[in-house]
């Protein structure tokens, strides 16, 4: 079982409608969820699919979730998870992918909602793909870039203190799931949330 029409190059068409899908139709008060994070969570699942040494065809499966991940934001954040699938099933139905590989891609999507504990290792990786910017060096960037978009599309607005307080309690119950980010990523997060607790400290 394949995930057929030309692996590479139905990456290839994912990344492209993707790309442009977001220029098109996706708000820019989205200023974290963009393109730039799908990009990110893209590299991640390269980095821990070979590190865990994830077969070709589970590897391009995951790939094509992570592209698709996020474009329900083009109709808001609320329930953009099952947007998400419903634009990948459509996609990937257009082009005669199989619907075992349709199935699968859109229940992977579906994992990648916030409070959702992943129950095999596909949806361990898309999991710590998503989370991979935790540990990041450009981390309190990302952090702001994600405060701005809950401001301007949820109304979400916080001081500083509520939001280094949110973020520090987020970090400390998140836990990544494969033992590549557990081994690789884990202490560079823990890292990141002494940076937040320190500035809190300073305020």
């Known amino acids: 079982m394949k ?4 692996d590479n190059s139905l990456l290839i068409e994912v990344a492209a409608f993707i790309a442009t899908l977001f220029k098109e139709r996706l708000d820019s008060k989205y200023s974290f969820h963009n393109l730039e994070h799908t990009k990110s969570v893209v590299m991640g699942i390269e980095t821990i699919c070979i590190a865990e ?7 391009d499966i995951l790939l094509i979730v992570a592209w698709f991940h996020d474009a329900g934001y083009i109709g808001g954040c ?3 998870e099952k947007r998400s699938a419903k634009i990948a099933l459509e996609f990937l139905q257009d082009r005669n992918i199989s619907a075992n590989i349709r199935q699968k891609i859109s229940d992977l ?9 992943p129950k095999n290792q596909l949806e361990k990786i898309i999991k ?3 989370n991979a910017h935790l540990a990041n060096e450009n981390y309190l960037d990302s952090l702001e870039q994600l405060r701005k978009e809950w401001g301007n599309s949820i109304n979400k607005k916080y001081s500083n203190t509520d939001w280094f307080i949110l973020n520090i309690e987020f970090l400390k119950k998140h836990q990544y799931y494969t033992k590549f980010a557990q081994k690789e990523w884990q ?10 607790e320190k500035k809190l400290q300073n305020i």
């Open 53 to 59: 040494k994830i077969d070709q065809e589970k590897t």
């Open 109 to 117: 999507i579906l994992a990648t909602r916030f409070n959702y504990i």
């Open 78 to 80: 609320e329930n953009h």
């Open 3 to 6: 995930v057929k029409h030309n």
């Open 187 to 196: 202490n560079l997060k823990e890292k990141n949330m002494e940076l937040i």
């Open 128 to 130: 710590d793909a998503d």
